[in-house]
């Protein structure tokens, strides 16, 4: 195994394929009946936002790949800049989010699945003990078809991609045919408003449903032409999921039937529908697309799950790269080229998220899920600005334009979005992130070196700390002893003065290991040839 190296097999084709088949995943089964009951007719504003925002972190991510190729790049970069301690303690959110995604997957699986198989689910919609088989049975078919080559896994992906367009194409074409114009004039008290559009794009699911545009970043060590290919494809995925949500949210909200949603409103529906888009069907006597919907709830979350089992993978062998998991994690099987330990370990700890908890329906995990994934991408744009700032040397295939004010932007839009997702979520990842940090400084660091560490670090500590406090005196779940306002200024503030502070405080020239599995990283006066 230790010989192996990771493949450059999947094309352009295939890494939007992986981007697009990561979004349309569970989040069109569930979102637009979610973001519905926050935000109403206002829900279309809540995706052009949650795109913008995916976008900017996504396009700070393209110039970092593009540059510097690498698999599970989001827990390599902040390491490489700031070293071990950062990234330890980014390794950790990358663990919580990484794994828990396809645990998410495989719940709506089998929600929907209670169509068929009423005995996989309580009357709530949790789980019973044939329903956590199931889940568990759907984890390991996705481990072996990764476990083969990364080769059959593209393979089967683009494949199931193509599938799993047809359906939501089909139900917006459908739906639309039942569109009435009255609906878009019952707004949503659940907050509603602009409250309802922050609500809704971490508690219904929204960025959640954007978060694919990673898979790219992920897989980049295993891209032909990364430099190309990786900022096309985190572009062309995000411009189309886009496109497909924002028909599917209108095409559902049009067809509900009008004295249901008068009678329920927009958030009591969460309670009628509990397969949203089947009981739509059901509800306007289309018995076919009823069928046609429930396949796809099996076929798009699974396709979704399967990539995320393998992204988990690529962040765990990433941070054994870093040194902070045992060397065999970190080893690519020779004929396969897949990092199978890191795999063996994705598995477990996907199976540990399936497990009975508070949070067993699809709903209860996303906000979690998406806030702790958020934490992850946050410190990618103080990284790529330290690159930018003590690399000029690097070459940069893909060099984001407007860099100065698009990199602090997403800095500040992700802090948005992990404070958006609310105290309720904020009070558990954000301890476990100070911890984390506390830990490694104790028991991780050496002596010698360890002031060093604590100066590269003390930012991020800080960050944590700072956006604890604000979630806690906030407006979202917190005691509301700031006004909305204030608390989104304080938010805004406290993202800024963390991002130049994480900027001064990496190292004077990041330095980037070059190893036998991964790409040499070219720069200005390099003799190396990328081929395009």
Same mark, same amino acid.
């Given at each position: 195994?230790?010989?192996?190296?990771?493949?450059?097999?999947?094309?352009?084709?295939?890494?939007?394929?992986?981007?697009?088949?990561?979004?349309?995943?569970?989040?069109?089964?569930?979102?637009?009946?979610?973001?519905?009951?926050?935000?109403?007719?206002?829900?279309?504003?809540?995706?052009?936002?949650?795109?913008?925002?995916?976008?900017?972190?996504?396009?700070?991510?393209?110039?970092?790949?593009?540059?510097?190729?690498?698999?599970?790049?989001?827990?390599?970069?902040?390491?490489?800049?700031?070293?071990?301690?950062?990234?330890?303690?980014?390794?950790?959110?990358?663990?919580?989010?990484?794994?828990?995604?396809?645990?998410?997957?495989?719940?709506?699986?089998?929600?929907?699945?209670?169509?068929?198989?009423?005995?996989?689910?309580?009357?709530?919609?949790?789980?019973?003990?044939?329903?956590?088989?199931?889940?568990?049975?759907?984890?390991?078919?996705?481990?072996?078809?990764?476990?083969?080559?990364?080769?059959?896994?593209?393979?089967?992906?683009?494949?199931?991609?193509?599938?799993?367009?047809?359906?939501?194409?089909?139900?917006?074409?459908?739906?639309?045919?039942?569109?009435?114009?009255?609906?878009?004039?019952?707004?949503?008290?659940?907050?509603?408003?602009?409250?309802?559009?922050?609500?809704?794009?971490?508690?219904?699911?929204?960025?959640?449903?954007?978060?694919?545009?990673?898979?790219?970043?992920?897989?980049?060590?295993?891209?032909?032409?990364?430099?190309?290919?990786?900022?096309?494809?985190?572009?062309?995925?995000?411009?189309?999921?886009?496109?497909?949500?924002?028909?599917?949210?209108?095409?559902?909200?049009?067809?509900?039937?009008?004295?249901?949603?008068?009678?329920?409103?927009?958030?009591? *529906?969460?309670?009628?529908?509990?397969?949203?888009?089947?009981?739509?069907?059901?509800?306007?006597?289309?018995?076919?697309?009823?069928?046609?919907?429930?396949?796809?709830?099996?076929?798009?979350?699974?396709?979704?799950?399967?990539?995320?089992?393998?992204?988990?993978?690529?962040?765990?062998?990433?941070?054994?790269?870093?040194?902070?998991?045992?060397?065999?994690?970190?080893?690519?099987?020779?004929?396969?080229?897949?990092?199978?330990?890191? *795999?063996?370990?994705?598995?477990?700890?996907?199976?540990?998220?399936?497990?009975?908890?508070?949070?067993?329906?699809?709903?209860?995990?996303?906000?979690?899920?998406?806030?702790?994934?958020?934490?992850?991408?946050?410190?990618?744009?103080?990284?790529?600005?330290?690159?930018?700032?003590?690399?000029?040397?690097?070459?940069?295939?893909?060099?984001?334009?407007?860099?100065?004010?698009?990199?602090?932007?997403?800095?500040?839009?992700?802090?948005? *979005?992990?404070?958006?997702?609310?105290?309720?979520?904020?009070? *558990?990842?954000?301890?476990?992130?100070?911890?984390?940090?506390?830990?490694?400084?104790?028991?991780?660091?050496?002596?010698?070196?360890?002031?060093?560490?604590?100066?590269?670090?003390?930012?991020?500590?800080?960050?944590?700390?700072?956006?604890?406090?604000?979630?806690?005196?906030?407006?979202?779940?917190?005691?509301?002893?700031?006004?909305?306002?204030?608390?989104?200024?304080?938010?805004?503030?406290?993202?800024?003065?963390?991002?130049?502070?994480?900027?001064?405080?990496?190292?004077?020239?990041?330095?980037?290991?070059?190893?036998?599995?991964?790409?040499?990283?070219?720069?200005?006066?390099?003799?190396?040839?990328?081929?395009?």
């Amino acid at each position: 195994m230790a010989g192996g190296v990771l493949k450059q097999k999947l094309g352009l084709l295939d890494l939007t394929l992986l981007g697009i088949g990561s979004m349309i995943g569970s989040g069109w089964l569930y979102a637009a009946l979610n973001s519905a009951g926050f935000a109403g007719p206002l829900s279309g504003y809540a995706w052009a936002l949650g795109a913008v925002i995916i976008l900017l972190i996504g396009l700070v991510f393209a110039e970092l790949s593009a540059s510097i190729p690498r698999a599970g790049g989001f827990v390599r970069y902040p390491n490489f800049t700031h070293g071990n301690l950062v990234g330890f303690v980014i390794g950790v959110s990358a663990l919580l989010s990484y794994t828990s995604t396809a645990g998410v997957e495989v719940e709506a699986v089998r929600q929907y699945a209670l169509f068929w198989w009423p005995a996989l689910g309580h009357s709530d919609g949790s789980p019973t003990d044939l329903g956590f088989i199931m889940q568990i049975v759907l984890l390991v078919f996705f481990f072996l078809l990764n476990y083969w080559s990364v080769n059959f896994f593209g393979r089967i992906n683009t494949l199931v991609t193509g599938i799993k367009f047809i359906v939501p194409i089909i139900a917006i074409i459908t739906f639309f045919g039942f569109y009435k114009g009255a609906n878009m004039s019952i707004p949503s008290t659940h907050p509603g408003g602009v409250h309802g559009i922050f609500s809704s794009l971490t508690g219904a699911g929204i960025v959640f449903a954007y978060l694919g545009f990673r898979q790219a970043v992920d897989f980049a060590s295993e891209a032909k032409n990364p430099q190309r290919n990786v900022p096309l494809a985190i572009i062309f995925a995000l411009i189309a999921s886009f496109a497909i949500y924002i028909l599917l949210q209108f095409a559902f909200m049009g067809a509900v039937p009008t004295t249901l949603l008068k009678t329920h409103g927009w958030h009591g *529906l969460e309670g009628v529908f509990q397969s949203p888009y089947a009981d739509l069907a059901r509800s306007l006597g289309l018995t076919w697309l009823i069928n046609l919907i429930l396949i796809d709830a099996v076929i798009s979350p699974a396709g979704t799950g399967n990539i995320y089992l393998a992204g988990a993978s690529r962040a765990l062998f990433a941070w054994a790269k870093n040194g902070h998991l045992f060397k065999i994690f970190g080893q690519v099987d020779e004929k396969s080229g897949v990092p199978r330990g890191a *795999l063996w370990l994705s598995l477990i700890l996907a199976i540990a998220w399936t497990l009975p908890s508070e949070f067993q329906v699809w709903g209860g995990l996303i906000a979690a899920v998406t806030s702790a994934t958020v934490f992850t991408y946050m410190p990618g744009p103080v990284s790529a600005a330290v690159f930018r700032l003590r690399r000029p040397d690097l070459k940069r295939p893909f060099k984001l334009p407007a860099f100065v004010l698009i990199s602090p932007l997403a800095f500040i839009a992700s802090t948005l *979005l992990i404070y958006w997702s609310g105290w309720s979520v904020n009070q *558990l990842l954000v301890p476990i992130f100070v911890a984390a940090w506390v830990g490694y400084a104790l028991f991780g660091l050496k002596e010698q070196g360890l002031a060093d560490e604590i100066k590269r670090s003390a930012w991020l500590l800080a960050y944590y700390v700072g956006l604890y406090v604000i979630s806690y005196l906030g407006t979202y779940g917190g005691i509301k002893a700031l006004g909305s306002t204030t608390a989104m200024v304080a938010i805004v503030l406290l993202a800024l003065i963390t991002y130049f502070w994480g900027i001064v405080s990496a190292y004077e020239r990041p330095e980037i290991p070059v190893e036998a599995d991964e790409f040499d990283i070219i720069t200005e006066d390099s003799n190396a040839v990328v081929s395009l």
